[in-house]
C-alpha cells in the first residue's frame, strides 16, 4: 500500500514560526490546481504497481480551495492509480476557512479526515504566532466539524514564551472537551529566517525554554495516555483505529508520491523532491517536465532514516530487521551506541525491538543522532 501527498501552497498569511514553502498570493490558484492535476497524470507510472492508500492535502492551508479544486484533485488521483475501496482522504483546514457551509461540503465529500491546525485556544498565543483565526473560530469550527467527521486530528503547539503549566492543561482540556480522537502536537520550534527568529534576535519575543517544553511534553503524555490516547509517534497521540495512515506509513518506511511544490517522495532506494518555487513549478508542469530533484540513498542512509523513524514510534527499531537488512557490522555499531542510553534508561531492549522509555521520548531524536553512522559501506 502506498499514498499520495499533494502540497497546496497557499495561506491567507504567513505565522511566524513557519518555513513550510507557501504563496499568500493566491494569484495563480488556478494555474497551480491545474498544474498538480497534470503532475498526478504525469506521474502515475512509477505507481503502476502500487495501491493507493491514502491521500493526503497538505500545506499550506489546503483549505483555501473550494470543494470544486479538491473533488477535481480528487477525480484524478482516482482516474490515473489503483484506489482501495476506503482510502483515508485527508485535508489540512485551519478555523477561519471552515464556516458551517465549509464544513457540511467537506464533509459531504470524499474527504474523511479533518487535521484542523489549532494551535491554542488562547488569544494571545494565536496572536503571537501571527495565525489567521482567533480563539473563538478554532471552537465553533470543532463544534461543528464533530457533526460531520467522526475522524479529526487537531494540531497544538507547546513550549510557547510566557505559556505556563497550567495554561498549557487547559489547552489540552480544551481539546478533550470536543471529542476529537487524534491530537498532534509539537514544540514551538524557531526556524532560521522566520519571523519568529527576527522577533527573538530582536528581543521583542523571549526566546523559547527547552526544559519548559520538556515539562509541557510529559503533561501531553501523561493527561492524553490517561484519556485512551496511544502515544504512537513521538509528536502524534491517537485513540485506536484513529492513527494516522498517512503519516504511518511514512514512520514505517511506505512509498509515497509527493504532488507540487516543493513536495518530497519516495520509492523505497530514492528520495525526490519538487522545486520550491510556485512560478517555476507550474512553467516546468507546462512543458512536460517534473521539476524534481532525486537522491538515490546509500545503505548508511537507509540505515540512519530507520533509526530516526523507528525511535520516534512505538514500533521502535527491529534488531532483527537491522541484521537482515543491513549486515552485523551495522547491528554491532548499533548495540554500541545504544549500550549507554540503555545504562540511563533512556532506551530498553524489548524482545528484540529497541524502544525509547517514558523518560527517552523527549529526547529521541538527540539520541537517534548518536546512533547515526557515517558509513560502513
Same mark, same amino acid.
Given at each position: 500500500?502506498?499514498? #499520495?501527498?499533494?502540497?497546496?501552497?497557499?495561506?491567507? *498569511?504567513?505565522?511566524?514560526?513557519?518555513?513550510?514553502?507557501?504563496?499568500?498570493?493566491?494569484?495563480?490558484?488556478?494555474?497551480?490546481?491545474?498544474?498538480?492535476?497534470?503532475?498526478? !497524470?504525469? &506521474?502515475?507510472?512509477?505507481?503502476?504497481?502500487?495501491?493507493?492508500?491514502?491521500?493526503?492535502?497538505?500545506?499550506?492551508?489546503?483549505?483555501?480551495?473550494?470543494?470544486?479544486?479538491?473533488?477535481?484533485?480528487?477525480?484524478?488521483?482516482?482516474?490515473?492509480? #489503483?484506489?482501495?475501496?476506503?482510502? !483515508?482522504?485527508?485535508?489540512?483546514?485551519? +478555523?477561519?476557512?471552515?464556516?458551517?457551509?465549509?464544513? &457540511?461540503?467537506?464533509?459531504?465529500? +470524499?474527504?474523511? &479526515? /479533518?487535521?484542523?491546525?489549532?494551535?491554542? @485556544?488562547?488569544?494571545?498565543?494565536?496572536?503571537?504566532?501571527?495565525?489567521?483565526?482567533?480563539?473563538?473560530?478554532?471552537?465553533?469550527?470543532?463544534?461543528?466539524?464533530? *457533526?460531520?467527521?467522526?475522524?479529526?486530528? #487537531?494540531?497544538?503547539?507547546?513550549?510557547?514564551?510566557?505559556?505556563?503549566?497550567?495554561?498549557?492543561?487547559?489547552? #489540552?482540556?480544551?481539546? /478533550?472537551? @470536543?471529542?476529537?480522537?487524534?491530537?498532534?502536537?509539537?514544540?514551538?520550534?524557531?526556524? +532560521?529566517?522566520?519571523?519568529?527568529?527576527?522577533?527573538?534576535?530582536?528581543?521583542?519575543?523571549?526566546?523559547?525554554?527547552?526544559?519548559?517544553?520538556?515539562?509541557?511534553?510529559?503533561?501531553?503524555?501523561?493527561?492524553?495516555?490517561?484519556?485512551?490516547?496511544?502515544?504512537?509517534?513521538?509528536?502524534?497521540?491517537? $485513540?485506536?483505529?484513529?492513527?494516522?495512515?498517512?503519516?504511518?506509513? %511514512?514512520?514505517?518506511?511506505?512509498?509515497?508520491?509527493?504532488?507540487? +511544490?516543493?513536495?518530497?517522495?519516495?520509492?523505497? *532506494?530514492?528520495?525526490?523532491?519538487?522545486?520550491?518555487?510556485?512560478?517555476?513549478?507550474? $512553467?516546468?508542469?507546462? !512543458?512536460?517536465?517534473?521539476?524534481?530533484?532525486?537522491?538515490?540513498?546509500?545503505?548508511?542512509?537507509?540505515?540512519? !532514516? %530507520?533509526?530516526?523513524?523507528?525511535?520516534?514510534?512505538?514500533?521502535?527499531?527491529? /534488531?532483527? &530487521?537491522?541484521?537482515?537488512?543491513?549486515?552485523?557490522?551495522?547491528?554491532?555499531?548499533?548495540?554500541?551506541?545504544?549500550?549507554?542510553?540503555?545504562?540511563?534508561?533512556?532506551?530498553?531492549?524489548?524482545?528484540?525491538?529497541?524502544?525509547?522509555?517514558?523518560?527517552?521520548?523527549?529526547?529521541?531524536?538527540?539520541?537517534?543522532?548518536?546512533? @547515526?553512522?557515517?558509513?560502513?559501506?
Amino acid at each position: 500500500m502506498s499514498g #499520495i501527498y499533494i502540497h497546496i501552497p497557499f495561506c491567507k *498569511q504567513a505565522c511566524h514560526y513557519c518555513d513550510f514553502h507557501f504563496s499568500t498570493s493566491l494569484k495563480k490558484k488556478n494555474e497551480m490546481v491545474s498544474a498538480l492535476a497534470k503532475e498526478i !497524470e504525469m &506521474r502515475k507510472e512509477e505507481f503502476q504497481n502500487e495501491v493507493v492508500e491514502t491521500i493526503y492535502f497538505g500545506g499550506g492551508t489546503p483549505s483555501i480551495l473550494t470543494i470544486d479544486d479538491l473533488q477535481f484533485l480528487i477525480n484524478e488521483v482516482y482516474k490515473h492509480y #489503483i484506489v482501495i475501496e476506503h482510502p !483515508e482522504i485527508t485535508l489540512e483546514a485551519n +478555523p477561519d476557512d471552515l464556516d458551517n457551509e465549509t464544513i &457540511r461540503q467537506f464533509g459531504n465529500s +470524499p474527504i474523511n &479526515r /479533518l487535521s484542523i491546525g489549532i494551535q491554542s @485556544f488562547f488569544e494571545d498565543d494565536l496572536k503571537l504566532m501571527n495565525r489567521a483565526h482567533n480563539s473563538e473560530e478554532a471552537k465553533k469550527c470543532l463544534q461543528k466539524a464533530t *457533526q460531520y467527521f467522526d475522524n479529526i486530528s #487537531i494540531d497544538l503547539i507547546y513550549g510557547i514564551p510566557n505559556m505556563s503549566n497550567e495554561k498549557w492543561k487547559q489547552n #489540552i482540556e480544551m481539546a /478533550l472537551l @470536543f471529542g476529537v480522537p487524534h491530537i498532534s502536537s509539537y514544540a514551538l520550534t524557531v526556524e +532560521p529566517k522566520t519571523a519568529l527568529d527576527s522577533f527573538i534576535k530582536k528581543g521583542i519575543i523571549p526566546q523559547p525554554d527547552d526544559e519548559v517544553a520538556q515539562e509541557h511534553f510529559h503533561i501531553l503524555v501523561d493527561t492524553l495516555t490517561q484519556n485512551d490516547f496511544i502515544h504512537y509517534e513521538l509528536s502524534n497521540f491517537g $485513540k485506536e483505529n484513529y492513527f494516522s495512515k498517512n503519516n504511518s506509513a %511514512y514512520w514505517l518506511g511506505k512509498k509515497y508520491l509527493g504532488i507540487g +511544490p516543493s513536495a518530497h517522495s519516495y520509492d523505497g *532506494q530514492k528520495r525526490g523532491w519538487n522545486v520550491s518555487n510556485n512560478s517555476l513549478y507550474i $512553467k516546468s508542469i507546462l !512543458e512536460n517536465r517534473l521539476p524534481i530533484e532525486t537522491e538515490v540513498l546509500s545503505k548508511t542512509d537507509r540505515y540512519n !532514516e %530507520y533509526i530516526m523513524t523507528g525511535l520516534r514510534t512505538i514500533w521502535g527499531i527491529s /534488531l532483527d &530487521r537491522i541484521e537482515a537488512e543491513f549486515g552485523t557490522k551495522y547491528l554491532d555499531y548499533l548495540n554500541q551506541q545504544a549500550q549507554k542510553y540503555i545504562e540511563d534508561h533512556l532506551l530498553f531492549v524489548d524482545s528484540t525491538i529497541l524502544k525509547t522509555t517514558k523518560k527517552g521520548k523527549f529526547l529521541s531524536d538527540g539520541i537517534a543522532s548518536d546512533l @547515526f553512522l557515517l558509513n560502513l559501506e
